[in-house]
């Protein structure tokens, strides 16, 4: 149980196109979501915090018009990078939580901004 | 603000043996989790042990254990017996239980190596 998707897990964009990253948790529901992103050999670094059907609390600097999420229901939350540039590419993990303290994570997308 | 520290970048160690990661991290709550997790090649987070901070015995996970230290704000992960799955990132982490937004706070990880 406990299983978290990630939709795609790896995409190839060009730069000035908008991206849409999907986050499904599939045995259970998910009060809060995770966003993510991790650089080549570093720690992860959260982005932003949704629960279903409220607006996102983003990270300081982590610019939210660039990163747009939405968590329409308890088992889906997306994360939409808008026209992306290259610097957005990296590793995306979302991860999801059924209650306090538990997170389960997405396997992760890789995204690629040419 | 709290913070998670991971003072080894890198280790090596040979099959079968024992090794310990090290992380301190500092907070003034007193109610809070600490996790241990693995990040093998495939990027897959993986939870490998969580320790709740009033729980005074330290937790087990078949060969995984830590020692907590609470008064010296130090959580150490032992792998016993390792083996080559073992091999991945390891990030050491901490989450304010009383925290509304249940957020993570990640170390910056040490890469292990378990070498044949």
């Known amino acids: 149980g406990a299983v978290v998707s990630q939709h795609p897990s790896w995409v190839i964009c060009k730069s000035g196109t908008s991206v849409k990253i999907e986050c499904r948790s599939l045995d259970f529901q998910a009060t809060t979501m995770f966003w993510y992103r991790q650089f080549p050999k570093q720690s992860l670094m959260l982005m932003a915090t949704s629960n279903e059907g409220s607006k996102a609390t983003y990270e300081q600097g982590v610019e939210k018009d660039k990163f747009l999420i939405n968590h329409a229901s308890l088992t889906l939350s997306t994360l939409t990078v808008t026209s992306a540039h290259p610097e957005d590419s990296s590793f995306y993990i979302c991860?999801?939580?059924?209650?306090?303290?538990?997170?389960?994570f997405g396997p992760g997308t890789r995204l690629t901004v040419t | 603000a709290q913070t998670v520290t991971q003072s080894q970048p890198e280790m090596s160690v040979q099959e079968a043996e024992t090794v310990t990661l090290s992380c301190t991290y500092d907070t003034s709550e007193s109610n809070y989790y600490l996790f241990w997790y693995k990040q093998p090649p495939s990027r897959q987070m993986i939870l490998v042990i969580r320790?709740?901070?009033?729980?005074?015995q330290n937790a087990t996970e078949n060969r995984f254990s830590v020692n907590f230290q609470k008064a010296a704000k130090s959580f150490s992960l032992k792998i016993s017996d390792s083996q080559l799955g073992d091999t991945a990132m390891y990030f050491c982490a901490f989450m304010n239980r009383l925290s509304r937004d249940d957020k993570i706070i990640f170390g910056k990880g040490t890469r292990l190596h378990i070498l044949p």
């Open positions: 320790q709740e901070a009033y729980k005074q």
């Open positions: 991860s999801a939580s059924p209650f306090s303290y538990e997170q389960y």
